[in-house]
């Protein structure tokens, strides 16, 4: 495993970034556990029960048995499930908040007959909902977090309400999942290098990253862009391409997480490409990582390659591999530099 | 990426008056039958009128309009659905063009109080 040192974060995976190999035809949840295992990409395991655990939310026994044995035979700690709030699976209606928190509720018992300590989910930003998921998480004794991930940040009037809820409530078990896609300095080159490649126009390309880094809200942001494309003559499908540069990639200042610290229950490592330097060019990680070691976060970090959606130019698995390699050499520096400024 | 892979490769046979082929979801992860919006599937240019198109999942065999109601019906990530498109006189063996737009709502992803639609076209050349 990628270990750290005690009283650090932890490393691990969620099984997200190995999304295009579960499309290969030798695939197997199994298969692929075991290859996690064998490349160090734990301890941590989180997974996408929608993904990977076929009819999903229901687990049985023998399968739940099978599944614990193999995380334990493999060195590999359950750490989060990966839930859904299905709110539009109906065509009729949106479900309710009573069928949303029992949509949720079947979820965490399913994560928790297979040993994950916490599920989490977007959610109802309703008081009545998240009292219902205080009544649940103490119930099933698990943890819950609701991921802050582009388009949000920190102070974002959408976590700035969820913070507000989970103060009125005051339940310790309920918390957030910092996503580092909120927290970005740059749009990613792998993703630039795609959509040149597929043959987007240069000049829209030129336009939305100038957009990205100019210093305006995010409406400012998406009405320039789509005024400035249609004036450049741009397809809707190229806009509505490029529109999700400006929404999947947030420009928060790292150092920002360390408010939202005392409340996080655990960690996606939100990445996109590690060069042959072996940084994530977009992603300040250095920042990051002292944010976690200053707050004392002990938890752990999945490893979520995102880039999949756009390429497949890497394996999930090297990717992943790269940055445990940038985290861990992170992590050593930034416990070198607390301890001597004696924060522990 | 997971667009190239809408029409299985290699799924494609010919039958007395159809032809069939597997397709795959464009997402990461298992969606209600109620999410599969939309499926258009033109094979040599030809299309096949939508609603004579059927899907065969685990069994069940149904049409587009069944799907609305079916949220409790799930499409597994990893299964390819068989698409039945009847075509009179079937299709020559050989090599045929197949052109499938899938549009699915994400149920999940809601903005602006309209839930994401995603729609995919997959292009491939295929021999039956």
């Known amino acids: 495993m990628t270990t750290t040192q005690p009283g650090l974060p932890k490393l691990g995976i969620t099984l997200f970034s190995l999304t295009l190999e579960m499309r290969r035809p030798d695939y197997s949840l199994e298969g692929m556990i075991r290859r996690v295992a064998e490349l160090d990409l734990g301890p941590g395991l989180e997974v996408v029960g929608f993904q990977s655990l076929r009819g999903w939310p229901n687990v049985d026994d023998d399968f739940a048995t099978s599944f614990r044995d193999l995380l334990e035979e493999s ?41 994950f300590p916490i599920g989490k989910s977007a959610i109802l ?15 099933l004794d ?39 896609s909120a927290s970005m300095h740059d749009v990613p080159p792998s993703l630039v290098k795609a959509h ?8 829209l390309i030129a336009l939305v990253a100038d957009v990205w880094h100019s210093d305006s809200t995010m409406p400012e942001k998406f009405g320039r862009f789509h005024e400035e494309a249609k004036a450049l003559g741009a397809s809707p499908g190229d806009v509505g391409k490029l529109n999700m540069v400006l929404t999947m990639h947030g420009r928060m200042d790292p150092r920002r997480w360390a408010e939202l610290m ?83 | 990426m997971l667009t190239d892979q809408v029409i299985a490769d290699g799924s494609l046979h010919g039958e007395a008056d159809a032809f069939t082929f597997g397709l795959r979801m464009p997402w990461y992860r298992a969606l209600p039958l109620s999410s599969l919006e939309g499926l258009e599937v033109r094979i040599d ?22 799907l609305p109601p079916l949220h409790d019906r799930w499409w597994y990530v990893a299964d ?4 039945r498109a009847p075509k009179p006189g079937g ?38």
Request: proline share 5%.
């Open chain 1, 75 to 115: 060195g590999l700690v359950p750490t989060a499930m990966s839930m859904n709030l299905d709110l539009a699976r109906r065509r009729d209606r949106r479900m309710s908040e009573d069928e949303g928190l029992e949509y949720l509720e079947r979820q965490m018992e399913g994560a928790k007959k297979l040993g």
């Open chain 1, 125 to 139: 930003s309703t008081p009545r909902f998240v009292e219902g998921l205080a009544r649940i998480t103490e119930r």
């Open chain 1, 142 to 180: 698990m943890g819950f977090g609701v991921e802050v991930h582009s388009p949000d940040s920190v102070d974002s009037p959408h976590v700035a309400h969820l913070r507000e809820l989970f103060d009125d409530v005051g339940s310790p078990q309920l918390g957030f999942v910092p996503d580092f």
């Open chain 1, 196 to 203: 040149r490649e597929s043959g987007m126009p240069e000049e």
């Open chain 1, 262 to 344: 005392p409340q996080v229950v655990h960690v996606h490592g939100k990445f996109y490409w590690i060069d042959e330097d072996g940084n994530e060019p977009s992603i300040d990680h250095d920042s990051i990582m002292n944010v976690l070691v200053e707050a004392g976060y002990d938890g752990y970090v999945s490893s979520e390659w995102e880039g999949h959606a756009y390429t497949d130019a890497a394996s999930g698995y090297d990717l992943c591999r790269g940055h445990h390699d940038l985290m861990r050499r992170l992590l050593v520096q930034a416990a070198e530099t607390a301890g001597a400024a004696g924060a522990h």
């Open chain 2, 45 to 66: 240019g030809s299309a096949v009128p939508s609603d004579e198109l059927r899907l065969s999942l685990e069994g069940s065999t149904y049409g587009l309009a069944d």
């Open chain 2, 80 to 83: 390819a659905a068989e698409v």
């Open chain 2, 91 to 128: 299709i020559t063996e050989g090599r045929h063009e197949l052109d499938v737009t899938i549009a699915l709502r994400i149920p999940y992803i809601v903005e602006s109080g309209h839930p994401l639609v995603m729609r995919e076209r997959c292009v491939k050349v295929l021999s039956s």
